[in-house]
């Protein structure tokens, strides 16, 4: 039987908003020029490295693009692609099954996604969003990871 306001689904039962404010939340998630990107964004540019965004020729449009060092840097959060050793990466125990479902897709495709581009000749680098939590921390690591670039 399918769900109507007189008999609503389980999973609608569980959610206290209306499917119309559901939707209108849904529909504020970002995915590009979110707050942890931009920390990142702005600790990189301290360190004085230069980069383009969202290149949308290579394999998930990665946030930051290094082209010389053939680097590239996912932002992600925590949450959305299931950061196994954080807290914010569990899954909510209303409607359990789309959940995992849908944030397995995710998972499948950023390992997908990080496979092509190394297939490429591209280093793969992520960045948590838990990490931009201690700003000086992800910097030490930042410039571990992306060293300056040896002159011509």
Same mark, same amino acid.
Do not use: Y
């Given at each position: @039987?399918?769900?109507?306001?007189?008999?609503?689904?389980?999973?609608?039962r569980?959610?206290? %908003?209306?499917?119309?404010?559901?939707?209108?939340? @849904?529909?504020?998630?970002?995915?590009?020029?979110?707050k942890p990107e931009k920390?990142?964004?702005?600790?990189v540019t301290a360190l004085g490295l230069r980069y383009r965004l969202q290149r949308r020729d290579l394999p998930g449009k990665p946030d930051l693009v290094f082209g010389p060092r053939r680097t590239v840097?996912?932002?992600h959060g925590c949450f959305w692609h299931q950061h196994a050793h954080c807290p914010a990466g569990r899954i909510p125990t209303g409607n359990r099954p789309?959940?995992?479902?849908?944030?397995?897709r995710n998972t499948q495709r950023d390992a997908a996604t990080k496979l092509a581009l190394q297939?490429?000749?591209?280093?793969v680098l992520?960045?948590?969003?838990?990490?931009?939590?201690?700003p000086g921390k992800l910097q030490k690591r930042?410039?571990? %990871? %992306?060293?300056?670039?040896?002159?011509d």
């Open positions: @039987m399918p769900a109507s306001p007189a008999n609503p689904s389980p999973a609608e569980l959610d206290r %908003l209306s499917p119309e404010e559901r939707s209108r939340n @849904m529909a504020r998630i970002r995915s590009h020029n979110t920390i990142v964004r702005q600790l840097i996912f932002v789309f959940w995992e479902t849908k944030l397995a297939r490429l000749g591209w280093r992520t960045i948590w969003e838990c990490e931009t939590k201690t930042l410039a571990r %990871l %992306l060293p300056p670039l040896a002159p």
